[in-house]
């Protein structure tokens, strides 16, 4: 008797729904069963209650247009869903390769995979069904290549991803040392914060701390 999978997708065009469906029911080691939702306000109030799914494949842009959502991106979800004890696995099947959301998706939230959709993706996606089901994980060559040079060029850490929040809520850089300090981190002189700062700056291309602010905000570098 083949093993009962079940999976929760968060599509919001029907026709890429179907495709996927119809893709993944060519996966003859497994007993899929796939349930599609629009949204990710649907999505959640299935994950957050008693449920049985094994799976959840999201994409990240999830369009919102002609209705508002409380949860407006895949993103968000999969930051809620983290912080349930129930969460399935799960993953992103999204076009967003940029290094920053790539390494906060899998570095940070840590999910199971990540696909970038292409010419070959729903092939990658129905192959990466068996390793995930074995408790591995799979992410296309292009999330690893990027993720690479992401981190041969810069890292941003956890102490940076602070400093913006802060920033963004409207904390002075004089104000951040002592506040640093409260939550425990070390070496956070605002000489050490002003070069945090700066090479931020460097990276995302900004010119003032109000646009890196607002570009890295923008890229969900940080969660306000």
Not at 107 to 116: F, M, R, T
Not at 142 to 167: A, C, E, G, P
């Amino acid at each position: 008797m083949k093993e009962i999978k079940n999976i929760l997708l968060v599509e919001d065009f029907s026709d890429s729904a179907k495709g996927i469906i119809e893709r993944l029911s060519g996966l003859t080691k497994y007993q899929l069963n796939v349930d599609w939702v629009s949204n990710c306000d649907l999505a959640y109030s299935k994950l957050s209650q008693k449920h049985n799914y094994h799976l959840l494949i999201t994409d990240l842009q999830i369009n919102s247009e002609d209705q508002h959502y409380t949860i407006e991106t895949g993103e968000d979800l999969i930051i809620k869903l983290k912080k349930l004890a129930n969460c399935p696995k799960i993953i992103v099947y999204s076009m967003i390769d940029q290094a920053a959301i790539l390494d906060l998706i899998i570095n940070i939230q840590e999910v199971d995979g990540y696909i970038i959709k292409g010419r070959r993706s729903l092939e990658e996606l129905t192959n990466s069904l068996p390793l995930i089901f074995l408790d591995s994980t799979y992410y296309s060559k292009k999330v690893k290549t990027t993720l690479n040079k992401y981190r041969d060029t810069f890292q941003i850490s956890k102490l940076d991803r602070i400093i913006l929040k802060h920033l963004y809520l409207g904390y002075k850089i004089n104000e951040l040392p002592e506040l640093l300090s409260k939550k425990g981190y070390k070496a956070t002189s605002q000489a050490t914060i002003e070069n945090h700062i700066r090479n931020l700056k460097d990276y995302f291309d900004a010119k003032t701390t109000i646009q890196l602010v607002a570009i890295t905000k923008e890229k969900k570098v940080f969660m306000a």
